[in-house]
C-alpha cells in the first residue's frame, strides 16, 4: 500500500480528449480495487479538471500545463500513459514527482518489426502494384525483395523502447548496433557481431546499415541529428525508420533522397509537423509508409498503463 498520501484525493482525467485512448469504467474500478487507500474521482474534460483540481494529491493525465500547478500547491504526483514529455510540462521536483508511461516498447517493437517485414519482404511494393492495378506483378516485387537476416540494424535511442526493438527483431537474424548516451550495457539477447556505441560513433556505424531505426525522445540533443550529411553516409539500399519524434529527422532531405533512389525506403510513424499537412514533401516521396503517431497504441494500451502505475505505486512512500 502506498504510504503518506492515505485517504487524499485521486484525479483522473483519461478520457475525453481525441486521438488518444480514454479509460473506461472497468480500468477506472481497476484503479479504485488496486489502490483503496485514495478517493479516486475521474472527470471528461478539462473545464471540469481544472474544477476539480483544487485538493488533489495525485493526477492522472494526459496533459498538464506548468502553470496548473498553482491550482494544486498540494499535488504530489502526476502520472501519464505518456512517454512523450509534449503533454505535460510539470518536471519531478521534490516533493511533486512526475511518471512517464515506460510500458510502450512492447507495442512499438512490433510496428518496427512490421514496417521492416514490409519493406524487405515485398509487401509494400505489392500494395503499390495493388493500387496501381497490377494483378500478378512477380518479377517486380522480387526483385525488390530480400531476406532480414544478416542485416545490419542500427538503432539510434537504444533505451528502454530501443531495447524492445531489438529485442524482438533479433529472431530474425538482424545484426545490431544500439547508440545511446546512458546505458552502454549489452542485453542478455546479443550476440557476437552485436554492440552498444556511444553518439560519437553513429556516423562510422552509418554506411553498414541496413535498416536505421530512430526511438529518440524529442529533447533539443535529438533535433536534426539525422541531417543531409547523416542521410548521406546511409547505403542507397538502406531503410529508414522513426517511432520516436520528428524532431530527429530532416525531412525535406529524407524526401529529396528517396526522389533520387539514394535511399531504398522510410517507414516513419511522426513528423516535425503534427498532423501531417496534405501535400507534404515526405508524403511525395517513393516508398515511403507513414503512420499517423499511433506506434504504440494497442487494445491494452491502458491496461498495460495501470498495470504498471499501480505495481509502481504500490512500493512507493510519499513525505512532504
Given at each position: 500500500m502506498t504510504k503518506g498520501l492515505e485517504g487524499e484525493k485521486a484525479l483522473v482525467w483519461l478520457a475525453g480528449m481525441p486521438g488518444v485512448p480514454s479509460l473506461e469504467p472497468a480500468g477506472f474500478a481497476r484503479l479504485r480495487d488496486g489502490a483503496p487507500e485514495f478517493f479516486w474521482d475521474a472527470v471528461a474534460g478539462e473545464a471540469d479538471f481544472l474544477?476539480?483540481?483544487?485538493?488533489?494529491?495525485?493526477?492522472?493525465?494526459w496533459r498538464f500545463r506548468r502553470e496548473w500547478l498553482g491550482l494544486a500547491p498540494g499535488l504530489r504526483l502526476i502520472s501519464t500513459p505518456a512517454a512523450g514529455r509534449e503533454w505535460v510540462e510539470a518536471r519531478s521536483r521534490p516533493p511533486l514527482r512526475v511518471w512517464f508511461g515506460g510500458f510502450h516498447g512492447v507495442f512499438m517493437a512490433e510496428t518496427v518489426a512490421g514496417l521492416m517485414l514490409a519493406f524487405a519482404r515485398g509487401i509494400k511494393a505489392s500494395l503499390d502494384c495493388q493500387a496501381r492495378g497490377e494483378s500478378w506483378p512477380r518479377?517486380?516485387?522480387?526483385?525488390?525483395?530480400?531476406?532480414?537476416?544478416?542485416?545490419?540494424?542500427?538503432?539510434?535511442?537504444?533505451?528502454?523502447?530501443g531495447k524492445w526493438i531489438g529485442r524482438l527483431v533479433k529472431p530474425f537474424g538482424v545484426r545490431l548496433a544500439g547508440v545511446t548516451r546512458k546505458d552502454r550495457s549489452r542485453p542478455e539477447y546479443f550476440t557476437d557481431g552485436d554492440g552498444v556505441y556511444p553518439p560519437e560513433e553513429l556516423d562510422s556505424l552509418l554506411p553498414a546499415a541496413?535498416?536505421?531505426?530512430?526511438?529518440?525522445?524529442?529533447?533539443?540533443?535529438?533535433?536534426?541529428?539525422?541531417?543531409?550529411?547523416?542521410?548521406?553516409?546511409?547505403?542507397?539500399?538502406?531503410?529508414?525508420?522513426?517511432?520516436?519524434?520528428?524532431?530527429a529527422?530532416?525531412?525535406?532531405?529524407?524526401?529529396?533522397?528517396?526522389?533520387?533512389?539514394?535511399?531504398?525506403?522510410?517507414?516513419?510513424?511522426?513528423?516535425?509537423?503534427?498532423?501531417?499537412?496534405?501535400?507534404?514533401?515526405?508524403?511525395g516521396a517513393p516508398n515511403v509508409i507513414a503512420l499517423p503517431h499511433v506506434s504504440a497504441f494497442a487494445p491494452g494500451y491502458l491496461d498495460a498503463y495501470l498495470d504498471e502505475f499501480l505495481g509502481r505505486l504500490a512500493g512507493e512512500e510519499f513525505r512532504d
Open positions: 474544477e476539480r483540481l483544487p485538493g488533489a494529491r495525485l493526477v492522472l493525465t518479377e517486380r516485387v522480387t526483385a525488390l525483395m530480400r531476406p532480414l537476416r544478416g542485416g545490419r540494424a542500427v538503432i539510434l535511442g537504444f533505451g528502454h523502447i541496413d535498416h536505421l531505426i530512430l526511438a529518440l525522445p524529442g529533447d533539443t540533443g535529438s533535433d536534426l541529428i539525422l541531417d543531409s550529411r547523416r542521410l548521406a553516409l546511409l547505403p542507397p539500399a538502406a531503410f529508414v525508420y522513426n517511432v520516436g519524434r520528428g524532431n529527422i530532416d525531412e525535406e532531405a529524407l524526401a529529396d533522397r528517396l526522389r533520387r533512389g539514394l535511399l531504398a525506403g522510410a517507414g516513419l510513424d511522426v513528423f516535425a509537423r503534427e498532423p501531417l499537412p496534405p501535400g507534404a514533401a515526405i508524403l
